[in-house]
């Protein structure tokens, strides 16, 4: 049984990035890297201006609070693959 980490809510606020998070948290991690398959709209400096921008999840920032760091790859950009023509 994985302790708990924060309890997530049954709504569209949460996708795949928070239930990631919300993981990570739950075993402890320290650091969450997020796969993205888009660039990073904007500058931001904070999760909560990320979700406001609709680059996460509205959920993201508090369930990501209790790990050090969250840090997000860019697959369109840093793909291991090779680009098709």
């Not at 991690?29 to 796969?35: I, K, N, P, S, Y």
């Amino acid at each position: 049984m994985l302790p708990s980490g924060p309890r997530l809510p049954h709504t569209w606020d949460v996708t795949s990035d928070s239930i990631a998070a919300a993981l990570a948290a739950a075993l402890s991690a320290r650091e969450l890297v997020l796969l993205k398959s888009c660039a990073r709209p904007e500058p931001w400096s904070s999760l909560r201006e990320a979700a406001e921008a609709g680059y996460v999840d509205r959920f993201l920032p508090v369930a990501a609070a209790g790990l050090d760091r969250v840090r997000f790859v860019d697959l369109r950009k840093n793909s291991p693959l090779p680009r098709r023509s």
